[in-house]
């Protein structure tokens, strides 16, 4: 028998959490809830978690900074924000900040057992082995290198997960105008439920990690049809 995936519940809500955390089980996953943000990051610093279930509303350490702070963390845990804020504002604001996806409440539990299911079937597809690059700008999958040339030294970029696989992508396929649905499928691999705006949130994250390099010109935006990587910008 395969170890239950373990999800950590974050929620105040004591009759909303009750509601999840049972639903959470019935699915097979096995759960911890606390209470607050202060117990949901000493929870998140001491164990490692195959998701977490976030509330926006938290005492203590909201939400949004308990959201940053794992993000900022060195392993990468997927993150369900729940909230009753659900206008376009703070759900892309639960997007900049690195949620994986977002539900407003209030919510049917078979519905965020189904987002919680899609952030487990998402794989994102594999990366060649071979070096890629393109007028001074080279990425090492084997590595998980970028680096650029500029002014005679060599900069090192720094870029997450993500973004490195939306950059190798890009520079796969350099000139092709590629829609936000064609890099979910092609950088997210399954993207059912995932949020067409959170292209937007990791390309303005490429942006900024190329822009070191003077790079993030290269990443353009085609209007009314998506974004490409140009060879010469």
């Known amino acids: 028998m395969s170890t239950p995936k373990r999800i950590l519940l974050v ?13 959470l089980r019935d699915e097979g996953y096995a759960v911890e809830h606390a209470v607050d943000g202060t117990a949901g990051l000493t929870l998140l ?8 279930v976030l509330d926006l509303m938290l005492p203590g350490i909201d939400g949004l900074e308990l959201c940053r702070r794992t993000r900022a963390m ?3 845990t997927p993150i369900i924000i729940t909230s009753a804020r659900g206008s376009e504002v703070h759900r892309v604001l639960g997007l900049e900040i690195g949620a ?27 990366l060649t082995e ?14 998980h290198r970028v680096a650029a040339h500029a002014q005679g030294s060599e900069i090192k970029l720094d870029l997450g997960p993500t973004e490195f696989r939306l950059l190798h992508f890009f520079m796969t396929h350099p000139e092709r105008v590629h829609s936000r ?6 950088v997210w691999g399954d993207h059912v439920f995932v949020e067409e705006r959170t292209v937007d949130v990791h390309i303005k994250r490429l942006r900024a990690a190329l ?6 010109a290269m990443i353009e935006t085609v209007r009314g ?4 990587l140009a060879k010469s910008a």
């Open 130 to 143: 071979d070096v890629v690059a393109i007028n001074g700008l080279k990425l090492d999958p084997s590595t």
């Open 100 to 126: 994986d996806d977002y539900v407003t409440k209030p919510f049917s539990p078979k519905e965020l057992m189904a987002r919680i299911k899609a952030v487990f079937r998402r794989r994102a597809p594999q």
């Open 45 to 52: 610093e001491r164990e490692a978690w195959d998701a977490i």
């Open 225 to 228: 049809s998506g974004y490409r």
């Open 181 to 186: 649905t064609q890099l979910l499928d092609q």
């Open 74 to 76: 060195e392993r990468y």
């Open 211 to 216: 822009k070191p390099a003077g790079c993030d």
């Open 11 to 23: 929620e105040d809500d004591g009759d909303i959490a009750e509601v999840v955390a049972l639903h």
